[in-house]
């Protein structure tokens, strides 16, 4: 099911019934100088445990050390901002103004018993549009 709120300028996709076979990238296609939100859902029963989006291609630990744009102990940096919507297990990042140097793989992560745990989005930005990249 697909809605095109043109008030609110959303489209909206509604899958019901998934299975495995509807595994796969889904994109998301915008122009420069607009926003995106890349959610990341979550273990429901880790509502308190920290949630962040950082950008790096390396390693994990080196981007959770070095690369964090946000969390849920700074919700707001710059263009990027995180909401958390708890009863849905879902955490939201806005980044506002696109740039092509925002371009990258990005990690939504969650901490669990002093790890994380971790997703991969990867963001393209470029001549006037982007498309985001869910790899499962």
């Not at 300028?9 to 995106?36: H, M, N, P, Q």
């Not at 263009?79 to 506002?96: C, D, H, Q």
């Amino acid at each position: 099911l697909m809605y095109d709120d043109t008030s609110e300028g959303v489209l909206k996709v509604f899958i019901r019934d998934l299975t495995a076979a509807d595994e796969g990238t889904y994109r998301l296609i915008r122009r420069e100088g607009e926003s995106v939100e890349i959610k990341c859902p979550y273990d429901e029963n880790h509502t308190k445990e920290i949630k962040l989006l950082c950008k790096g291609k390396y390693q994990l630990n080196i981007c959770v050390r070095d690369g964090v744009h946000v969390s849920s102990n700074n919700r707001t940096n710059g263009r990027f901002s995180l909401t958390e919507e708890t009863s849905a297990g879902v955490f939201t990042v806005k980044i506002s103004n696109l740039r092509a140097e925002d371009s990258g793989k990005y990690w939504c992560a969650e901490e669990s018993s002093g790890s994380f745990i971790f997703t991969e989005v990867q963001l393209h930005v470029t001549g006037g549009e982007f498309w985001v990249l869910h790899i499962h």
